[in-house]
């Protein structure tokens, strides 16, 4: 039965993590988007805390996401700091084996808190993943990575604290494209892996966004997801690339629960403004009598509903175990760029309000640009919609 | 819970509206536009499959379903998907029969639903638009005014479907400022039907302009009688019809415009593995999946009678804007073979330009 009724588990769920986003988020929001790379210890202490109680879990499912969406709706750079096993999680999920699930998950919820990060961009190739320059050489037992990995969400943190980890994507065979990239688990203070540099960004700076350095650095040979042998399939044929895009599946729509959050936040920000000074936006009146402002808040509101629901969407067919690819990027694509225009939108129409630093609206508009940008930018999600419409492979619509 | 799954009864309809639309209206679709007719036979075939009738309760001779706007949705888009003149043509009755189902009188609906049981199609109708710039459904200027037993009716409607041959019409007046209904049954002396009108698109639905001169109606012939109707309902029931045939004409558009662009080869290469071109479709993709959701939550709001008038109207105005994106953007594709009428796709953006105007010419 088609149905959007929340059910009451998911209505606390989404009151207890507004509560979170307004008590905890809200008042260090400036403090830790103008103090960069400074860590936010309460935030990521009461987080944990709340996170291994249930009362802040993050997954991958639908209630996890309406948390999300209200977490972002707080501060998206402070969501990216809670710990957890993160998008390294997410990769071992997708293409773990069981032993490799309890080997590396089973105790990460215990203890001080802890990060995964997945490691897959490299200066020299961003979307074009297949392109990874990254190496996996078998050395005995061992593996023995080298590369420069940029842009690893949650990097720093991973890396560097005990118990976190790093999924490494590299290549065992150049020649094999696609068919010889592996990921690879990394242990947080692996010898040979080193944090190199945060980078300073346009939004979302409490996040750790960093590049890391794999230096001759061995781990076991157990610790690659997947099959280590190199399948050599037909040219537009992606078999060892599955597990990479099943991670994304998965994790697009939760980009796109944290799009729509910063969203909400903004399109909430000039709603309640325009309250205050008494302008009430009226539905159902002919377009032609509308203002412009009306107008413009009707689009920033359906364009938040739109990218929400196909976002619930997107989730709730994981959740049903049913192919999801093509609503994922769909979700994606729309959340992405529908909250970069709802924000920038918001930041015109409060004119000095939304341009000053005073409040945190200029802020949402910084921070929302990064969802149209992370898990593939709009383009490439255009890309994945086109080419499962059109049913054509990857060689088929470049 | 969340879902997007329609219930397995909800799945047997759409796949006979699909069957009927696809099997039937596709076949005659282009030849009704040409010459402004839809033949009997597929209009009854319709009706025989229960599309107005199906939600009218025993008591009033119907087979006493569940009346659903997300059934009345996942219909609408599958028959507009077909053709969106024959689509309102077949449901035009439930224009009338909706209004008096959901909120008339225990009189008004023994007298009239009953007419809509039968193994013929039925025509009623209803006229809300008026024929002037800023034209508001909450500030009509079609006046109604009681006098002693009747009640006076004085102005003038336009896009009024079926206005000819219904014996039925809901005419929507100002009483004292306030938009309400009124029943005027054909002959009714002072309603006169004007030409059929000629538009844009729509060209094989027959629309007219009527003028109510002094037309006396008893009083009862009221919708609701004394108490009155849901006005804002029904303006959102109809907002939520009309996003979802937007729906179907904008998939209609969308399919026949990715089939061209993989078959239509330039420099070499199919037209579709260029991303100006594969770019435009996903878009077209991404937005008709969007509105299609945002109609279902209107329609969800509707069938568990919470007040829906934002969720309405913001899928209204996406709908709007949407279909005439994707069916301007698939005469594009089809560059000068879009614009030639050998190809649907004109015809398209014709009835997509026309949804702005629609409101109340439809209702679920």
Redesign the interface.
Known sequence: ???????QE?KEAINIAHEFAEELFRPVSRYYDEHEHESPGELIDKTWGERNKGTLALGLD?TACLRIEELCWGDAGLFLCIPGPGLGGAAIFASGTKEQLSRFLGHFNEGDPKWGAMAMTEPGCGSDTSAITATATRDGAEWVLNGEKIFVTWGKRAAENPGGLVVVWATVDKSAGRAGMKSFVVPAGTQGMRMEKLEKKLGIRASDTATIILDNCRIPFENILGSPEVKKVDKGQTKGFKGAMATFDATRPVVAAMAIGVGRAALDFVKETLEKEGIKIR???????LTTLERDI??M??NY???K??T??AL??MS?FQPNNL?AS?AK??AGLAVTKITQKAVEIMGPLGYSRKYLLEKWMRDAKINDIFEGTG?IN??I???R??D?SRD??? | ???????EE?QMIVSMAKQFASNEIRKIYRECDENGTIPEGVIDTAWKMGLTSGSIPEAYGGPGGDRSA?TGSLIAEELAWGDLSITMHVLCPALFAYPILEMGTETQRKKYLPLFCGEKYKAATAALIEPRF?????SLSTAARLDGNEYVLNGEKCYVPLAAEADSLLVYAAENGTSEAFVVEKGTRGLEVGEREKNMGIKALATYEITLKDCRIPRENRLGGEKGYDF?RI?NCSRVALSTMAVGVAKAAMEYS?DY??ERVAFGQPV??R?AV??M???M???I???R??A??AA?RLDRKEEA???A???K??ADDMVLMVTDRAVQILGGHGYVREHPVELWLRNARGF?TFDGMAIV
Not at chain 1, 283 to 289: A, E, L, N, S, T
Not at chain 2, 1 to 7: K, Q, R
Not at chain 2, 134 to 138: E, N, Q
Request: hydrophobic residues 50%; charged residues 25%; contains cysteine.
């Open positions: 039965m088609i149905d959007f009724e929340p059910t998911q639908v539905y159902g009146v002919p377009r032609q009598k009707m689009e509101e359906a509903k739109a990218a629901l196909l619930l969407r709730w067919m049903q609503e769909m694509a729309k383009q255009m890309l919609v086109a080419r419409i059109l054509y088929q619509l470049k | 819970m969340i879902s997007f799954s329609p219930t909800q997300i800023g034209f508001d459904p909450c804002s303006m990715r662009a993989r579709a593995s991303q594969a770019f479709l996903a878009e993709a991404i937005e999946d969007a509105t959701l945002m279902w939550e969800w008038t934002k969720e109207v913001l899928a105005e996406y702005v």
